[in-house]
């Protein structure tokens, strides 16, 4: 039987925040940083598509190995790994796309059929794909590769929408956003399987900040409004420090 007391030990050794409206809000500004965040080293500072996907690899897979190797939730790591992991998924569509030239419509199918793999292959070994259980290596990283799968998806997805099919990025922020209003009333209003809605507004809420960013960061002749990466950059990470300072203090409170 789960008691109050087993529960808040699960609570505290998991490794992930608890799902909650801030833990949405966060998620969808680091989206927009992975976007935003891209475009600045690769154009306002000319690093270049390749030497930006090496130099955000690289401090993703020392983060993550920070990350990995603790032993309970910490916010300020677990939101550095989140928004370079939005970061260099985005670099890796990015790559497929204009190094490469494979189409959206590829990408976006490819990337769906990686994310089902990787959620058939988690279910398969830990039975479960409840993100209130992430308290072992192995589901650790289960859980960092679908988030990643679900960047690189997003980018996908987003880019497919705006450029694609011509919605323009307005658009595609609208209509990614009544997707997740409408997976977020199918939970709380029909009671669908928690574990799945969570999921799919996780992966919907990429294309939504990649069009958000998008649209805030390029120009008027572009669709956009022209406030340029750097700014945009400013005003969401500011945005996420602040919120995940605040996540940091609540949850000292809270055990104290």
Known sequence: MNTPARQGAIQILNKVPEVTLYFWVIKIMCTTVGETAADFLNFDLQFGLTATSIVTSVLLAVFLVMQLRRKSYVPWLYWVVVVLISTVGTLITDNLVDN?????????????????????????????????????????????????????????????????????????????????????????????????????????????????????????????????????????????????IYMTVTRKQIEE
């Open 100 to 244: 490469f030239g494979v189409a959206l419509e590829t990408t976006t199918i490819v990337f769906s059929l990686a994310l089902a793999v990787t959620f058939a292959t988690w279910y398969r070994s830990e039975k479960t794909l409840s993100i209130h259980s992430i308290f072992t290596t192995k589901r650790e990283l289960f859980y960092w590769a679908a988030i990643l799968f679900t960047f690189a998806l997003g980018t996908a997805a987003g880019d497919l929408a705006a450029e694609g099919l011509k919605l323009g990025y307005a658009n595609s922020a609208v209509m990614f956003a009544g997707m997740i209003g409408f997976v977020t009333l199918s939970y709380y209003g029909f009671k669908v399987n928690a574990i799945g809605a969570f999921w799919i507004a996780y992966i919907l809420t990429r294309p939504l900040g990649a069009s958000l960013g998008d649209y805030l960061m390029q120009p008027n002749t572009n669709g956009g409004i022209g406030l340029g990466a750097a700014v945009t950059n400013a005003i969401f990470l500011i945005g996420i420090v602040g919120l995940v």
